[in-house]
């Protein structure tokens, strides 16, 4: 589970660099463990039916952004 979740937070900043406008993929900083705990939570509540695969999870998390915590929000918004 951990191992998906650093796929996710991951997954999340590379699929924020692409909505760029110039399309030009930028990759950040890994993720911080804070971050991580913030959208943990938020996942096995929203997405437990895709926990197994981070690409579905990055997804979901996202369709439930303004359903998610305060915290996870603040990760999807500044990946």
């Known amino acids: 589970m951990t191992r998906s979740f650093f796929l996710l937070i ?3 900043a590379v699929s924020s660099s692409f909505a760029r406008a110039d399309n ?6 890994a ?5 991580e705990r913030a ?11 895709v926990l197994s695969d981070e690409f579905q999870v990055a997804s979901c ?3 439930h952004r303004d359903k ?4 996870c929000r603040a990760v ?4």
């Open 10 to 12: 991951a997954m999340l």
């Open 24 to 29: 030009v993929p930028q990759f950040g900083p």
């Open 31 to 35: 993720h911080t463990t804070a971050e």
């Open 39 to 49: 959208c943990k939570g938020d996942a096995h509540r929203f997405c437990k039916e």
């Open 61 to 63: 998390l996202q369709e």
């Open 68 to 71: 998610v915590s305060h915290a």
């Open 76 to 79: 999807l918004e500044g990946r």
